[in-house]
């Protein structure tokens, strides 16, 4: 039943960087994709409201926290992405800082390519966001119909509406404020077709509520904490609100559900959850930004994968995800006398293990929430 890591995300090695970069988006020009899928509609007879007080609870407080992408941000805030990109590289002491570029690709860049390759970075970023969002909105619609508990439904309902505002803010503001769209990374489309393709309800949830969106949280977090862009900031702000309980839904959702499952089934979920932390690591190497910016991508990656503030960034967009899946049992379900669980393991060789015992995101939602005032629409 064990599969190896070449059944499950295609190479033996996770860092071959060869097997990385050979995925890449070859329909860059499509207006749609399909993805097939064969799964179960479940209805529900049983309409007893609160039958699981957590969601109940949650639902309810979803029901308040709306906001309107078009009414309640700053959108008059003119953005000059220069600037921000300056700034934002203030912080860290300079553009390019901090980088020994002698030997590689970098060595003759001026200012001008380190800011062009800020703008698209910052182009790429919100466009991925923006993708993985529509992924969430269509995610979340299938939870509705497959999710056997009726207050599931009603609050998968409303994690409907909050994604769709989420795309329409991201798309407005890469259209807007910013230089340019990318097509979705070829990464993070493969985890969303997996997810989709899965006919597994709580697979959906596992994939969707717990390591996209865990590691979203995470993201817009760091992003948040990073820029001075107002607008942006703003932005990022009332999406974390919806996002801290899109989490706490899985996490609620899947805790009681995975003590049913056989062991058997348990490792199934842990090799989902390793092959998804691989995909999202691997679309954050962003390859099509270094394409753009015209160098070639092998040379590049090396360099950069060994830059510490990416190691540090990069391990940082799992302090969501390790410990919610401690939290559901994942990372130590078949661990036996002396042999720790599967899901450890691969957490440990991905560099990640250390986030186990940071906040799991359960109840966190309550500190996200939107101040009373903060959603005018809403009052
Ligand atoms: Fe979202
Ligand atoms: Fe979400």
């Known amino acids: 039943m064990t599969s190896t890591?070449?059944?499950?995300?295609?190479?033996?090695?996770?860092n071959d960087l060869e097997a990385i970069l050979s995925v890449t988006n070859k329909d860059v020009d499509a207006l749609v994709s399909h993805v097939k899928s064969n799964y179960d509609t479940i209805f529900t007879w049983d309409y007893e409201k609160?039958?699981?007080?957590?969601?109940?609870?949650?639902?309810?407080?979803?029901?308040?926290?709306?906001?309107?992408?078009?009414?309640?941000?700053?959108?008059e805030t003119e953005v000059d992405q220069e600037q921000v990109v300056l700034a934002n590289a203030a912080q860290a002491g300079g553009v390019g800082a901090g980088m020994d570029v002698s030997g590689?690709?970098?060595?003759?860049?001026?200012?001008?390519?380190?800011?062009?390759?800020?703008?698209?970075?910052?182009?790429?970023?919100?466009?991925?966001?923006?993708?993985?969002?529509?992924?969430?909105?269509?995610?979340?619609?299938?939870?509705?119909?497959?999710?056997?508990?009726?207050?599931?439904?009603?609050?998968?309902?409303?994690?409907?509406?909050?994604?769709?505002?989420h795309v329409e803010v991201f798309a407005k503001y890469l259209d807007d404020k910013l230089s340019g769209h990318y097509p979705i990374n070829a990464h993070l489309k493969l985890l969303l077709d997996d997810i989709i393709q899965d006919d597994r309800w709580d697979m959906t949830y596992l994939g969707m509520q717990i390591m996209v969106e865990g590691l979203a949280l995470a993201a817009f977090g760091f992003?948040?904490?990073?820029?001075?862009?107002?607008?942006?900031?703003?932005?990022?702000?009332?999406?974390?609100?919806?996002?801290?309980?899109?989490?706490?839904?899985g996490v609620l959702s899947l805790q009681d559900y995975y003590q049913e499952l056989t062991a058997a089934e348990l490792r199934e979920r842990q090799e989902f959850a390793f092959e998804a932390a691989v995909r999202m690591r691997d679309r954050f190497?962003?390859?099509?930004?270094?394409?753009?910016?015209?160098?070639?991508?092998?040379?590049?990656?090396p360099f950069v994968m060994n830059s510490p503030e990416r190691a540090g960034f990069q391990a940082m967009l799992f302090s969501k995800i390790v410990p919610n899946c401690k939290k559901l049992g994942l990372l130590d379900a078949g661990a036996t006398n002396g042999k720790p669980g599967w899901l450890r393991e691969k957490f440990t060789e991905l560099g990640v293990i250390a986030f186990e015992d940071w906040a799991d995101t359960g109840?966190?939602?309550?500190?996200?929430?939107?101040a009373e005032g903060e959603v005018a629409a809403a009052s």
Not at 5 to 14: M, V
Not at 231 to 246: P, T
Not at 363 to 370: A, G, R, S, V, W
């Open 104 to 165: 590689t690709p970098f060595e003759r860049w001026t200012d001008k390519e380190w800011v062009q390759l800020g703008i698209e970075s910052q182009n790429w970023t919100l466009s991925q966001f923006m993708h993985g969002e529509q992924g969430a909105l269509i995610c979340t619609a299938r939870i509705v119909e497959n999710v056997p508990w009726v207050d599931a439904k009603y609050y998968a309902a409303t994690q409907v509406m909050d994604e769709a505002r």
């Open 363 to 370: 109840e966190e939602y309550e500190m996200f929430q939107l």
């Open 223 to 249: 992003i948040h904490q990073l820029t001075t862009e107002p607008l942006l900031k703003q932005l990022l702000r009332y999406v974390m609100s919806d996002e801290a309980r899109h989490v706490a839904f």
């Open 50 to 75: 609160g039958a699981r007080p957590k969601l109940n609870r949650l639902y309810e407080k979803a029901k308040t926290a709306q906001w309107n992408g078009e009414t309640d941000l700053p959108w």
């Open 5 to 14: 890591n070449e059944e499950l995300i295609g190479r033996s090695d996770i």
């Open 285 to 301: 190497l962003q390859q099509e930004v270094w394409d753009r910016m015209g160098l070639n991508v092998k040379d590049v990656l």
